[in-house]
């Protein structure tokens, strides 16, 4: 079946420490993104990419960074820098025509 | 800059129940509207995709229509299920295609009591 898998489903990042979230679609969709849910201020997008080897910041780019050297993959790093990073994670694909799909969500935990 | 609200933002009805959730949204130039459901601790489900060609879509128990000159979307539910409970969020992708970033209203947390 077509999806996009996100992983791992938990994640705990120490202070300091750079950690990268996993997004695999097998949908062929051209478009991928980065979303961060937090509770009571809905989804707010991080970064998203149209075509490989290219991606946009969004509206909360700050301390992330992406790469999309396939078209199937476009894992996101949450960086030291990122002062803030306890949240639900999620990966979306699109395609013109057929909305968007999501994965199922990684949640990440500074301890 | 399009914003999207959900109105209400919490619903709680006895099961068997029709009920409607409602969506708005500031800027009519939209390429399409997309509810979602997402079960607590889960990735977003999509329900429905309305383009803005379209009046409404049915799938099962929901309908959802679009009103662009108005700003505004409703979900229909069919005899409510306390299966049906989650929270409902409505997107808009604006003029340009589907490849661009969705805005999210905030949603509706819907519990059906059996």
């Known amino acids: 079946d077509g999806g996009i898998t996100q992983s791992p489903k938990y994640l705990f990042r120490k202070e300091g420490q750079n950690v990268t979230l996993s997004c695999e679609q097998n949908?062929?969709?051209?478009?991928m993104y980065w979303y961060r849910q937090d509770p009571g201020q809905g989804l707010r997008l991080i970064y998203y990419s149209q075509i490989v080897n290219d991606f946009q910041k969004g509206d909360i780019a700050e301390g992330y960074s992406v790469s999309r050297e396939k078209k199937e993959s476009f894992p996101l790093t949450v960086t030291s820098a990122q002062k803030n990073p306890t949240a639900f994670y999620l990966c979306?694909?699109?395609?013109?025509?057929?909305?968007?799909?999501f994965g199922s969500g990684t949640r990440l935990t500074v301890v | 800059k399009q914003e999207v609200t959900q109105i209400p933002a919490a619903l709680s009805v006895p099961e068997g129940e029709n009920l409607v959730l409602n969506c708005s949204f500031t800027?009519?130039?939209?390429?399409?509207l997309q509810w979602f459901r997402q079960d607590p601790g889960k990735g977003l489900t999509s329900l429905l995709l309305?383009?803005?060609?379209?009046r409404e879509q049915t799938s099962g128990r929901l309908n959802a229509s679009l009103d662009k000159s108005s700003g505004r979307s409703t979900l229909y539910i069919a005899a409510s299920q306390p299966g049906d409970s989650a929270t409902y969020l409505c997107a808009v992708s604006p003029i340009g295609g589907s490849n661009y970033k969705l805005t999210f209203g905030k949603g509706t947390l819907l519990t059906v009591n059996p």
């Open positions: 949908l062929n969709h051209d478009a």
């Open positions: 979306a694909s699109s395609s013109t025509g057929y909305g968007y799909t």
């Open positions: 309305i383009q803005s060609s379209q």
């Open positions: 800027d009519s130039a939209i390429y399409n």
